[in-house]
């Protein structure tokens, strides 16, 4: 059984698609099993599963031969889900400071909170495309500087500079408007 452990994660080690097909095969119905019953959402734990497969794939070359593949998969799984729920923890809190924001403001003046709300979504419209995504899944959606440069396949540093970039032009485009609101 080891042998055929070792034999595998070398086959996926060396990009064998059919080793991967086989993998998600043999531990598909396990691992989505131990997601859902942690996350108690059948659509969290399928995404959280595509992300652990996708995961395992981008990092096949980690993959220790001398581990059960089942334990690493199921680790992957693991570190998947907390990134997720941390990811999701991290966007609620954020959402829950500017709803307080907006709420303290809009009880003294509903006008200025619109006028402000107005000016925020066309600064971030006037955005190129690619350095809009990266500042809203960076600030809106709560991704890492490292999630967002592997999702996009840039890199760190490119990411860095477009979020720099969109927050110089938001300061420069909402100076008056920050300064009517408060």
Request: a positive charge; one cysteine or more; charged letters at 25%.
């Amino acid at each position: 059984m080891q042998g055929e452990n070792e034999l595998i994660i070398q086959d996926l080690i060396s990009g064998s698609d059919k080793a991967f097909a086989e993998v998600y095969r043999k531990y598909h119905a396990q691992a989505y099993t131990y997601l859902l019953r942690r996350t108690a959402s059948v659509t969290m734990a399928e995404e959280l599963l595509q992300l652990s497969f996708i995961k395992l794939w981008k990092n096949v070359e980690n993959l220790n031969p001398d581990l059960p593949l089942n334990a690493q998969l199921f680790r992957i799984c693991r570190t998947v889900m907390i990134d997720e729920i941390r990811r999701q923890s991290a966007i609620k809190n954020t959402e829950t400071f500017y709803f307080e924001q907006f709420k303290e403001s809009s009880s003294s003046n509903e006008a200025l909170t619109t006028q402000l709300r107005n000016d925020i979504h066309s600064a971030l419209s006037e955005l190129p495309t690619a350095r809009k995504k990266i500042f809203e899944l960076s600030r809106l959606e709560g991704y890492s500087h490292k999630e967002i440069a592997e999702t996009m396949s840039i890199s760190i540093r490119t990411v860095e500079d477009h979020i720099g970039k969109a927050l110089k032009l938001l300061r420069r485009k909402l100076r008056d408007s920050i300064l009517l609101f408060l």
